[in-house]
């Protein structure tokens, strides 16, 4: 099996085993539109500002990065999979996989998030609609890369989810803050130029915290 289909074939079996159980599916689907709702409901018909409506928006994606995209590793843990797994693809193969997969969700799921957003909250501020489009992107891109690595780490300790939020939000924090100006700005209705910093950062951290978990993850995946 050559590089390619090891890839591809650790990406399709957790995308099937995800439609067929709906675990993660229908705990981010749950969580998403209870958070939304909430808020909605505590704001009533008040007028969202910008810093608050960034801010509870990058909140509910947080926290729906750590419900659903956790699962990858520590899954085949509970399943007891991950003895074959290791066997039959090598380490890059599953950990851009597994990558490849959180990104796919986490993109969804936020997208979900902002669309609820806009639906519930009718007071929510959008500026440049395709500009926080780009941000959210990136930002899914990068929870997903931070909480992959991280979930890794947490299911070979032996440990389980509960562990996740802790270990992530401090590697998330470059992240986050950056991002949470970015969407600040966006809602502004700015040109991409004055968020361009932000952005950079935020791709940068995304990137520095892939290729060391792509450098280390064969040691995480093995011991």
Known sequence: MTRMQSLTAVV????????????????????????????????????????????????????????????????????????????SAPSHAVILGKLISNVLVSSLSNLTVLLLFVMLIGTIPIGSPWLLLLVLLVGSVGLATVITITSAIVATAGTRSPLLPVLSFPVLLPLIMPGMNATLLAMADVAISDVWSDLALMLSHTGIVATVSYLVFDVVWTE
């Not at 067929?20 to 599916?25: A, D, K, P």
């Open 12 to 87: 399709m079996k957790d995308l099937r085993s995800e439609i067929r159980t709906r675990y993660g599916l229908t705990a981010i689907a749950l969580f998403v539109v209870t958070a939304v709702a909430l808020v909605a409901f505590a704001t009533a018909d008040e007028q969202l500002h910008r810093p608050i409506a960034a801010g509870v928006l990058w909140v509910v994606m947080f926290f729906t990065a750590m419900t659903g995209l956790g699962r990858g590793f520590i899954s085949e843990e509970e399943r007891g999979t991950t003895l074959y797994l290791q066997l």
